[in-house]
């Protein structure tokens, strides 16, 4: 079992940043595949970043460039730092995990979600 809780979540102007974090349980946090999804209104679920054990990163071509997932296994923490901001990145964030080392495209834990609201 892991359990997964997002952070650093607020408002912020165009332009603008933040950093999100992911405190996740569980002794072997090392071997999850991460990742961050987010959910905006009145649109589907999307897959934002990525990261793997040994930190490859995936991005969604609308964050590439402005998006930056990493984490520190010593920690069991994941991060998303988020830079130029733009009105349709407002949405919840999700952090989540795979059940083992693999990622298939399905994840099986997530945390509560942090809000992210930017204004034009």
């Known amino acids: 079992q892991v359990r997964l809780v997002e952070s650093g979540g607020g408002s912020v102007q165009a332009g603008g940043s933040l950093r999100l974090s992911c405190a996740a349980s569980g002794d072997r946090y090392s071997l999850y595949w991460m990742g961050w999804l987010r959910q905006g209104p009145e649109k589907e679920r999307e897959e934002v970043a990525t990261?793997?054990?040994?930190?490859?990163?995936t991005y969604a071509d609308s964050v590439k460039g402005r998006f930056t997932a990493s984490r520190d296994n010593a920690k069991n923490t994941l991060y998303l730092q988020m830079n130029s901001l733009k009105p349709e990145d407002t949405a919840m964030y999700y952090c989540?995990?795979?059940?083992?080392?693999?990622?298939?495209?399905?994840?099986?834990?997530w945390g509560q979600g942090t809000q992210v609201t930017v204004s034009s």
């Open positions: 990261v793997g054990s040994g930190g490859m990163t």
């Open positions: 989540a995990s795979t059940r083992g080392p693999y990622y298939t495209g399905t994840f099986d834990y």
